[in-house]
């Protein structure tokens, strides 16, 4: 092993192999999640984790350094890092990287290989003394994902950092059954993807522009007209390749953000409702009440009073 240091994880059990069907093992279990905006020309790595990891491109660009292999990353794309594979991450200098991040396991049973004392990341490889956790997938998902036509990933991404913010320690079952839905959405598209229609690179670049532009101005959104003319396509043109690669029309995934970025500031604690309401461009905290409830099963008063007592 030469001098390279090394952070020993002891088990407490042992676990022989044995085979499985995946869709009958799988158990899986968060363990962080979160949201990482990067500073120009910023990033994070090398480091290894000592358990699955997963980062999906909200906006921006920049590059990723994953088992010696360099990567491009641009909005819409998936990371996926077994443990003890080597990675970094660095943003773009113009468009800096918004990254959606979380660690996993596939299946319960493997707990015991990762000791809870022993960090999530390190700057050296982990030693797992008797077998590292396995991925049950057949085939194992790409170390990188361009989903196209497979809009799921975003939502179950998104969905997953806000329930762990929500509650790190609680809602097992909400988030067992997220990472269930992000998994079968890995499937789709693994077992699929040759058949499905990519995009053309041109309309993903112009639609990862059109969600920075978004992402940076959630007060007052761009409209799709003016991201049209940007563009330099007509409306209806860039309203039908958005929806293609994004599974939803333009103005329902604006909608979408601007929720999702209000749940986040009640989350933090920072805002009450009106200031969180105001944050994201609704003018009418009333009609802002009702949409949240609707999207999230709340309204935005009872969500950030649970919040505060937990």
């Not at 998936?78 to 990287?97: E, T």
């Not at 079968?184 to 990519?198: F, M, N, P, V």
């Not at 949240?292 to 008063?301: D, L, T």
């Amino acid at each position: 092993m030469g001098m390279e240091q090394l952070l020993i994880i002891m088990p407490k059990a042992s676990q022989s192999a044995t085979s499985w069907s995946a869709d009958r093992v799988l158990t899986p279990r968060l363990y962080f999640a979160a949201f990482y905006d990067a500073k120009p020309c910023g990033g994070f790595g090398p480091r290894y984790a000592r358990d699955f990891q997963v980062h999906f491109v909200q906006a921006g660009c920049g590059e990723a350094e994953i088992g010696g292999k360099m990567h491009t990353m641009e909005a819409g794309d998936m990371f996926f890092y077994c443990p003890n594979v080597r990675h970094a991450i660095r943003s773009s200098r113009d468009r800096p990287l918004r990254l959606i991040g979380f660690h996993f396991l596939f299946r319960e049973q493997d707990i015991h290989l990762t000791a809870p004392e022993v960090p999530r990341l390190s700057e050296t490889k982990f030693v797992f003394a008797r077998g590292m956790p396995v991925c049950p997938l057949v085939p194992a998902p790409p170390t990188k994902a361009s989903p196209g036509l497979v809009s799921g990933f975003r939502q179950h991404c998104e969905s997953l950092v806000l329930s762990h913010l929500a509650d790190p320690e609680g809602r097992l079952f909400e988030k067992r059954g997220l990472l269930l839905l992000l998994i079968q959405s890995w499937q789709d598209l693994l077992l699929t993807g040759r058949k499905t229609t990519i995009a053309s690179a041109l309309h993903r670049q112009v639609v990862a522009d059109a969600e920075h532009h978004i992402l940076q101005n959630l007060r007052q959104p761009p409209s799709l007209e003016e991201l049209a003319r940007r563009a330099g396509v007509s409306a209806d043109h860039f309203a039908h390749f958005f929806k293609q690669i994004r599974g939803m029309g333009f103005r329902r995934h604006v909608l979408q953000q601007r929720l999702l970025q209000a749940r986040r500031l009640l989350i933090e604690g920072r805002l009450n409702v009106r200031e969180a309401a105001d944050a994201v461009g609704f003018e009418d905290p009333l009609y802002f009440s009702r949409v949240f409830r609707h999207h999230f099963g709340n309204a935005p008063s009872q969500f950030r009073h649970k919040q505060r007592w937990r």
